[in-house]
């Protein structure tokens, strides 16, 4: 169905294109994981897990020599850890120094279950940088079961037992409004006529967020991003 070619999890600049109906979001996202990326101190010879990795778009954002697991339900030929039928990962407690988590938790049947796994496996003091939806259109892969607010998502990292250190919102309140006008809009047209219609609605959607305040962005967003740390003491 139309959904399947409007999936807004397809975080990659790869096939980026003006007229993608989801053109600001794609580009815009990865740029920010990239600059957060870093705040996660990962060492080079550090020991990562990518929880909920699909076809690993973020490899690229560590050096070569980070062991990088990356788990994903059973049958993902890119994964090199398969997570358990319950959704836990089979990691020793304790055992990895950084976790990625970029568009999961929304897919995520029980995310409290998935972030105490995040919180069970990092090391004393590792981090987690995480990103899910807040204003994001329906998008079942296989299926879309959460949104989340800015103070929703800080409560459950929270109740993980996890600290928030940076947080930020990507795609502000007005932006996002004028996204969900294109959602809500482009199949009503002919198809000849989505294209332009796209361009033009992520044009405004670009000029919208550049006239978004980081606050009001940080409370309202398409995206929410956040690196959060375990107690470094137990
Ligand atoms: C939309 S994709 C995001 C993939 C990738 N992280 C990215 O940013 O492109 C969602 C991923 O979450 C995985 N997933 C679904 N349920 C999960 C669970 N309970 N635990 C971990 N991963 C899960 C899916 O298999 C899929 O690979």
Redesign the pocket.
Known sequence: MALARF?P????VRGYRRSHPLAYIIRELPARLEALAPDLRCTANGRLL?????????RRLFPKSVEYLA???PG?PNANVT?NPD?SVPLDEASVDAI?????LE????PGL?LSECRRVLKPAGRILL?THGFMVYHP?P?DLWRWTSAGIREAIERAGMRVVCFEGIMGLTASGLQLVQDGIRYRLPARLRPAFCAAMQTLVAVADRHESDESRNRNALVFALIAEKPASI
Do not use: E, F, K
């Open positions: 999936n999890d397809r975080g990659s990518d929880y909920g990795c699909a076809d690993v778009p973020y788990a994903d339900l993902n997570i959704g990625l988590s970029t568009q999961v897919h995520v049947a029980d998935y990103s892969d299926v």
